[in-house]
């Protein structure tokens, strides 16, 4: 049984390598966007299981988006990447409700542990 999961990346190469690891291991894409705004959006309609958000983006970036969709879902599971593994980035991100954090190029059992650790925790 898959999991619904929203991928938010400006890069569409980056959002279709994603969907590529995670579909390929039994978790559903449910919808993909590439910008916070539209993030925010499809949250809102689709209510996935889990998003997993780019943090530098254009319109509105990641951290932004988080901070609005845990208003809408306090409980959200959002993994954040970025290819910035600045530690004031990580910081700001989980303070921003994020639950995990990959910096890219990421490792495909990187972003698969990071899933089923973020889906296995009941909050």
Known sequence: MGKGILIVDDSAFMRKMIKDIVTKHGYEVVGEAENGIAA???YKEL??????MNI??????GLEAVKEIRKIDPHAN???CSAMGQQ???????QAGAK????KPFQQDRILQAIERVLSRSY
Do not use: S
């Not at 209510?47 to 997993?52: A, G, M, Q, S, T």
């Not at 530098?56 to 970036?61: L, R, S």
């Open 40 to 42: 925010v959006d499809l």
């Open 47 to 52: 209510k996935p299981d889990l998003v997993i």
């Open 56 to 61: 530098i983006m254009p319109a509105m970036d």
């Open 78 to 80: 959002i993994i954040m």
């Open 88 to 94: 004031v980035i990580v910081m700001e991100a989980i």
């Open 100 to 103: 995990d954090f990959i910096v």
